[in-house]
Nanobody, 126 residues
Framework: QVQLVESGGGLVQAGGSLRLSCAGSGRTFSRSVMGWFRQAPGKEREFVAAISWSVGSTYYADSVKGRFTISRDNAKNTVSLLMNSLKPEDTAVYYC???????????????????WGQGTQVTVSS
């Protein structure tokens, strides 16, 4: 069974930091594009960040650029999201995602991702 399992979510004060991790199992994701999406209550799931498999190129949503950093460890089959300078508007359920196709460029297109984690809650208080 292919799985992506997120961890690291929780409650943090505005301005603080949090690191999310996603562990893959059931297949190797070393050739997959991996990304993070988030969904706040009453809103659509939105793209946050992605990282390609080839050279680790990254792409970020404007709302998190400069604050969040995505990284991956292919040997461990994991992807992480370091979130700094958190804001209340960052509050959402964060989802890890991965493609089956070996795209060489990070993508923000949700429909291109085939595997999804269960999500982890991130709450940023004022």
């Amino acid at each position: 069974q292919v799985q992506l399992v997120e961890s690291g979510g929780g409650l943090v004060q505005a301005g603080g930091s949090l690191r999310l991790s996603c562990a893959g199992s059931g297949r190797t994701f070393s050739r997959s594009v991996m990304g993070w999406f988030r969904q706040a209550p009453g809103k659509e799931r939105e793209f946050v960040a992605a990282i390609s498999w080839s050279v680790g190129s990254t792409y970020y949503a404007d709302s998190v650029k400069g604050r969040f950093t995505i990284s991956r460890d292919n040997a461990k089959n994991t992807v992480s999201l370091l979130m700094n300078s958190l804001k209340p508007e960052d509050t959402a359920v964060y989802y890890c995602a991965a493609t089956r196709a070996s795209f060489t460029i990070a993508t923000m297109v949700r429909e291109l991702y085939d595997y999804w984690g269960q999500g982890t809650q991130v709450t940023v208080s004022s």
